[in-house]
């Protein structure tokens, strides 16, 4: 099992809005993340900058970090577009973190 983690960028006042949209997170893009091997998936916001710290424990190599031809994954990016830091194709501007502690 490996453990990812990344970090985004949520604009500012949209912290109410984007927990909504993923507490009714699709439940096609619910079953494609547990088909590619995501176990768990925990993101956290820090109010101060307002980052989001994204965790992820994935059975494989891949993660959701590596569906971005994905159709399901891609009308996700649309809908979040308007609430977050986001690349030209709307993909959120996503910094991969490195561990450097783990505790078992």
Known sequence: MNRLAF?????PGQ???YTQR???I?????????????SEYSIFFDEET???????????????QDL???PIV??????MADIMEVNPDNSPVS?????VFYMK
């Open 7 to 11: 970090k985004m960028k949520l604009n």
């Open 15 to 17: 912290k109410e809005a």
């Open 22 to 24: 993923h507490n009714a």
């Open 26 to 38: 699709w439940p096609e893009l619910k079953q494609l993340l547990k088909d590619v091997g995501v």
């Open 50 to 64: 307002h980052t989001l710290f994204a965790f992820q424990k994935v059975n494989g190599k891949g993660g959701s």
């Open 68 to 70: 971005s031809d994905n």
């Open 74 to 79: 891609k009308k996700w990016w649309d809908f």
């Open 95 to 99: 910094i991969p973190l490195e561990e």
